[in-house]
């Protein structure tokens, strides 16, 4: 399921099951596995004229573009699939990058790590350390909320509900093998690594306090960066108190598709039917990338693209 633009789509996924809430899962059926070849890897996504040019934010000047056009992999799970379009056209409009995104949505680490067979939801060709033997980039974005849920197999049923210590032992240890496969998969020419710290859980908000704490740990033991994509997802002053609505930003006034209530000054992050994704289209059985505008996907690209910005210059 890779193209670039268009990461991967996986079908069956409910509203909780795309990117949920790791102490538990949906009890609904598992994601459809794609099939063992290429042909599912190579379904094709929306269209740009139904998608890029609804949810297209219009452009902003981050930085000068570099000298140098870095080539960019962005791999991870529900939020990276309802983000990846207009991170794309973020980094393309502001570093000139090359880009390639391949998210599956309901995955989590070890999904990502080869060696995982059959107990993987992303086959062996969309494998980080695959894609990176390929397309030789210069960054591997990875967002991922730290899913462990019931069609989650790699996690071999390690939830943090049911055993908060082993989950947070396998997660550190999964991010280390990652960032590890990773790196020998450069040959020579290590991509940097760089972590999306993630957003406010309503639910259980100092599983990802800690899960963020991992990328960090990461990134310092492995000379790779974090992107706190999830700060700009939360109150000023309490990063990790979830809230559906906060103040629109100067950019949001400015133009105001991006914030929803313009009278009270207020921007909606969520949809009233799911605490979790920034999608304010509702969410389809077939995942895809975000149709409409949403703030909450336009404060997190913009995070990504300005910690990428700032290394690349």
């Known amino acids: 399921m890779r193209k670039a633009w268009v990461g991967g ?40 004229s139904s998608t890029t040019q609804q949810q297209r934010p219009p452009a902003s000047a981050v930085s000068k573009a570099p000298a140098k ?13 309802e983000n990846q379009k207009v991170l ?33 939801l992303v086959p062996d060709r969309d494998k980080a350390a695959a894609l990176v033997r390929s397309l030789r980039p210069d960054f591997v974005v990875l967002q991922f909320w730290a899913n462990a849920w019931d069609y989650t197999w790699c996690m071999d049923g390690i939830t ?12 550190t240890s999964d991010a280390r093998k990652l960032t590890d496969q990773i790196a020998k998969a ?6 940097k690594v760089v972590w999306v710290l993630q957003g406010p859980d309503p ?8 899960v963020n704490e991992i990328y960090e740990q990461q990134a310092d033991a492995s000379g790779g960066l974090v992107a706190d994509a999830g ?3 939360g109150p000023a002053g309490a990063r990790y108190t979830w809230s559906q609505h906060l103040p629109c930003t100067a950019y949001e006034r400015k ?8 009278a009270n000054n207020r921007t909606a992050l969520h949809r009233d039917d799911d605490y979790l994704h920034f999608c304010l289209a509702p969410t389809t059985a077939k995942s895809r990338p975000c149709p409409v505008r949403s703030p909450g996907i336009l404060r997190m690209t913009r995070a990504i693209t300005k910690a990428l910005t700032a290394a690349t210059n």
């Not at 909780?16 to 794609?34: F, K, N």
């Not at 056009?69 to 699939?81: E, F, I, K, N, Q």
């Not at 450069?186 to 991509?191: E, F, I, Q, S």
């Not at 639910?203 to 800690?210: A, G, Y």
């Open 69 to 81: 056009r870095p080539t960019v992999l962005y791999l991870g799970d529900s939020l990276a699939m």
């Open 255 to 262: 133009h105001p598709a991006y914030c929803t209530q313009p």
């Open 9 to 48: 789509v996986l079908v069956g996924l409910l509203l909780l099951g795309a990117c949920g809430d790791p102490s538990s899962g949906p009890e609904a059926a598992p994601p459809e596995r794609p099939v063992s070849g290429t042909a599912a890897a190579m379904a094709p996504g929306p269209s740009p």
């Open 88 to 120: 794309g056209e973020f980094l393309q409009d502001e570093l000139k990058a090359r880009y390639t995104s391949a998210p599956y949505s309901g995955t989590t680490l070890c999904d990502y790590l080869e060696g995982t067979g059959e107990k993987s």
């Open 203 to 210: 639910i259980t908000p100092d599983r990802v306090r800690r």
């Open 231 to 233: 700060k700009e997802v």
């Open 160 to 171: 943090h509900g049911k055993d908060p210590a082993t989950y947070f032992a396998r997660y």
């Open 186 to 191: 450069g040959n020579g020419k290590r991509p």
